[in-house]
T-cell receptor
């Protein structure tokens, strides 16, 4: 089954404790992206990657890091989480050329206290 | 700047009736794509339908159709024969076909409640 998986689905953590949200897709997609969803602000892109070892900032990259060492994986790293990073996070993937649908992971609900 | 506007924060519809969710967009690009996603209370983002800016016919996917009016820059979603399971948030989104970033620009969504 074609899918994007994220782990964990829910996480409550404390300020400053490093965490990683994993994202993996099994569709051989070149393009992957992270969004965060906040009430009243909608979904905003954090980082994106066009292929292995090619990443770039989206609209709200501050406080986040990403890596793309393998095509299927695109982890989101919060080195020192803060309460303003409490949000619902989505990983998405798609073909870079051709096709149009972006496939979304199930979301990770993060709370930073 | 690219922007998506959804002017209906909440909508109600009776089961088995049709409902239209509004979406207007702003872009200076000639080539772009328009999307609708559904987000149920469980939180996942479900792709519903896509319309390319050069597509001459309105997109349809089962009970979903997209009423694309390019000159008015609108891309309304029509759900026919509403079902209780259609109760959810609905998001309109746009992607430019230029550049390397396939980022989606999102509206703030419309909450749809289907009444039995």
């Amino acid at each position: 089954e074609a899918q994007v998986t994220q782990n964990p689905r829910y996480l409550i953590t404390v300020t400053g404790k490093k965490l990683t949200v994993t994202c993996s897709q099994n569709m051989n997609h070149e393009y992957m992206s992270w969004y965060r969803q906040d009430p009243g602000l909608g979904l905003r892109q954090i980082y994106y990657s066009m292929n292995v070892e090619v990443t770039d900032k989206g609209d709200v990259p501050e406080g986040y890091k990403v890596s793309r060492k393998e095509k299927r994986n695109f982890p989101l790293i919060l080195e020192s989480p803060s309460p303003n990073q409490t949000s619902l996070y989505f990983c998405a993937s798609s073909l870079f050329r051709g096709g149009h649908e972006q496939y979304f992971g199930p979301g990770t609900r993060l709370t930073v206290t | 700047a690219q922007k998506i506007t959804q002017t209906q924060p909440g909508m109600f519809v009776q089961e088995k009736e049709a409902v239209t969710l509004d979406c207007t967009y702003d872009t200076s690009d000639q080539s772009y794509g328009l999307f609708w996603y559904k987000q149920p209370s469980s939180g996942e983002m479900i792709f519903l339908i896509y319309q390319g800016s050069y597509d001459e016919q309105n997109a349809t996917e089962g009970r979903y159709s997209l009423n694309f009016q390019k000159a008015r820059k609108s891309a309304n979603l029509v759900i026919s024969a509403s079902q209780l399971g259609d109760s959810a948030m609905y998001f309109c989104a746009m992607r430019s076909r230029s550049g390397n970033n396939r980022k989606l620009i999102w509206g703030l969504g419309t909450s749809l409640a289907v009444n039995p």
